[in-house]
């Protein structure tokens, strides 16, 4: 049964930094690519950024682009999203997820985290 467990959310101030991690377990993880999104209150889930099995091959939003910069590290099964000068629009709960595609779709993605939550105040 694959597992992926978020951590590292929670309150911050508008221009801070949260680092998001997810802990994946179950089954090899370094043969699948990688995806975080999010959802706000009212919203439809959105995408956020991927990442190869390999992490050479990343892919962003353009609403997070050069701020957020999801990494992986398959040695300790984690997938990581390094999120900077945060907006109070990026206020959500953020899950991660795995695919075996590359995809910015989420009916692409197959197992999903329970999710961490983001806010960001002004």
């Known amino acids: 049964q694959v597992q992926l467990v978020e951590s590292g959310g929670g309150l911050v101030q508008t221009g801070g930094s949260l680092r998001l991690s997810c802990a994946h377990s179950?089954?090899?993880?370094?043969?699948?690519?990688m995806g975080w999104f999010r959802q706000a209150p009212g919203k439809e889930r959105e995408f956020v950024a991927e990442?190869?099995?390999?992490?050479?091959?990343?892919y962003y939003a353009d609403s997070v682009k050069g701020r957020f910069t999801i990494s992986r590290d398959n040695a300790k099964n984690t997938v990581y999203l390094q999120m900077n000068i945060l907006k109070s629009e990026d206020t959500a709960v953020y899950y991660c997820?795995?695919?075996?595609?590359?995809?910015?779709?989420?009916?692409?993605?197959?197992?999903w985290g329970q999710g961490t939550q983001v806010t960001v105040s002004s």
């Open positions: 997820a795995t695919t075996r595609g590359w995809s910015s779709m989420s009916k692409e993605y197959d197992y």
């Open positions: 179950g089954r090899a993880f370094s043969g699948y690519n």
């Open positions: 990442i190869s099995w390999s992490g050479a091959n990343t």
